[in-house]
């Protein structure tokens, strides 16, 4: 193999351009990002950068010694197509001539779901999700003290915005369609904890009920009888309550980037191979095509954790599972992991409070309290299936949960 | 020169944090004893809490960053920072740890 493209350039795809290198691959290796931006975290920009404790700078994933890996960096620069060619592929760009290479790491990673708009009418300002360094520019100009923020959707993008927010003295509305926050995640009993929470913190919560439509209305700042009705005022409901707002921010899930795979002959992980579902991958990133490999949050594949087939957008996840399909792509035996590794983790920050889960949590799961007390929001739950531990939730306890999250490792290694 | 604990308390595999001004993690790696400021470089946690893992390296139990338990150099993001290393001493089955200064 002599030329190795990874497309997409945020923490998996610079994951995989690093692993790469370190298990020796000397070739060309062309890094193909559509943000302008340099890699970057992406997990601060609902917390500490949106709060503004941290700055852009802040933010850089890149180290000095990076530098050696030799990358050609193709940023700004969007992957619409995979094609075959000569035994290798050809990477199309928007704005530029094709990448040849014989080796592919699809790395493309999600993108924020929005809300229908109206037909006819394009987005309104005002109107906000948060995935990118620029969506969290946005925001962070838009949440002004006293701003009225209404935040649909009450997973965690929602749920740490709502918490930020609050300390940036904006009036939050959080409106969840599901009867708990967090349910999805966490099960109705421990999402009702951090639901609460968020009650206790000020934040009006409405779950329940779904989100009709956005009310458009007038800029107050905007040039004087320009007629346009283009700014969010408020949000209608289901039920016919209508909330004022100043700033949507839209947390509804994520699509993965795979539309630019159309034709390429990679299968999605849909029942009938959908793209829209996620690359189809084994546990060690093989597509089904031969070359061409897929990780993070564009990546699909079965998880013993969940019992199914899972597009995990774990951030540890995106952190090193690249090392393994960089091995797959070399042909090389699968490296070293953490003695976690596999087993899906995730944190969130809200309200000062630090939460820690791993494993997956299914409908039906029993949830015991091993250590600590709910109600102090200091505790480690465990979720059983079947009398089986298969996920753990902790916060404020990383040494319980730890053990725990390594023992859900060995008692699921394969 | 600070106590740590006596050597039957700190098995193998196994950490203790020393709360000091700036805590201290120490570690047993096959009866060989490592010493590091305990806080991860990327973010508030505790490294004592961390993943022991085979070659000499913690993991952060927070965000997964690692570091070298000989060098304190981080060997993984998303830590780009060292940690400090501090000398470790065994004296009459006890474990003392020498805080570096600065």
């Known amino acids: ?275 829209s579902a996620g690359v189809a991958i084994t546990e060690g990133g093989a597509t089904n095509l031969p070359g061409v490999v897929a990780t993070g949050d564009c990546a699909a594949t079965h998880s013993r954790f969940a019992g199914r087939v899972v597009r995990y957008e774990h951030w540890t996840n995106a952190l090193q599972h690249p090392a393994l399909a960089a091995a797959t792509l070399l042909g090389l035996p699968a490296p070293r992991q953490s003695a976690t590794a596999g087993v899906p983790y995730f944190w969130s920050d809200q309200y000062g409070l630090r939460l820690q889960f791993a494993g997956h949590y299914h409908q039906g799961d029993v949830v015991e309290i091993v250590e600590g007390d709910v109600s102090t929001h200091n505790f480690v739950a465990v979720y059983r299936r079947e009398g089986r531990p298969v996920a753990v939730l902790g916060i404020g306890q990383p040494k319980v949960f730890g053990r725990w999250r390594k023992q859900l490792a060995t008692d699921n290694a394969l | 020169m600070i106590k740590v604990c006596a050597v039957a308390d700190l098995p193998e595999g196994e950490a203790v944090r020393v709360d000091l001004e700036v805590p201290i993690a120490v570690f047993n790696v096959a009866g060989d004893y490592y010493a590091i400021d305990d806080t991860c470089t990327h973010q508030d946690a505790s490294l004592a809490d961390g993943y022991l893992e085979d070659d000499c390296t913690v993991e952060c139990p927070l965000h997964a960053s690692c570091f070298d338990l000989r060098t304190g150099e981080p060997t993984g993001l998303p830590a780009k920072e060292p940690v400090r290393t501090h000398s470790v001493m065994v004296e009459d089955g006890v474990i003392f740890v020498v805080p570096r200064q600065g």
């Open chain 1, 1 to 275: 193999m002599d030329t190795i493209a990874v497309v997409g350039a945020s923490l998996a795809g610079l994951s995989a351009a690093r692993a790469l290198r370190a298990a020796g691959f000397e070739g060309r290796l062309i890094v193909i990002g559509d943000e302008k931006h340099d890699p970057y975290d992406r997990p601060p920009l609902s917390k500490d950068f949106l709060a503004g404790r941290q700055e852009v700078a802040d933010l850089s994933l890149s180290i000095p010694s990076d530098a050696d890996l030799k990358l050609e960096w193709r940023l700004g620069e969007c992957a619409t197509g995979l094609r075959a060619r000569d035994g290798g592929y050809l990477i199309e760009l928007a704005d530029a001539e094709p990448v040849a290479c014989d080796g592919v790491v699809i790395a493309t990673g999600a993108r924020a779901r929005q809300l229908p708009t109206a037909a006819g009418s394009g987005p309104l300002r005002g109107v906000h999700t948060l995935r990118t360094l620029d969506d969290a520019l946005a925001l962070r100009a838009a949440l002004v003290p006293s701003a009225r923020l209404v935040v649909v959707g009450g997973g965690f993008i929602g749920a740490e915005i709502a918490s930020t927010a609050m300390e940036l003295g904006v009036h939050v509305t959080l409106v969840e369609v599901a009867p708990t926050a967090l349910a999805g995640p966490l099960g109705e009993e421990l999402g009702a904890v951090f639901a609460a929470l968020h009650v206790t913190r000020g934040v009006e919560v409405l779950t329940g009920v779904p989100v009709a439509s956005l009310v458009p209305g007038d800029d107050p700042d905007g040039a004087a009888g320009d007629g346009g009705a283009d700014k969010v005022v408020g949000v209608w409901l289901a039920d016919g309550r209508e909330l004022p707002a100043d700033v949507v921010l839209v947390g509804i899930g994520s699509i993965p980037n795979t539309e630019w795979l159309a034709g390429s002959g990679v299968v999605g992980a849909g029942p009938n191979g959908e793209l």
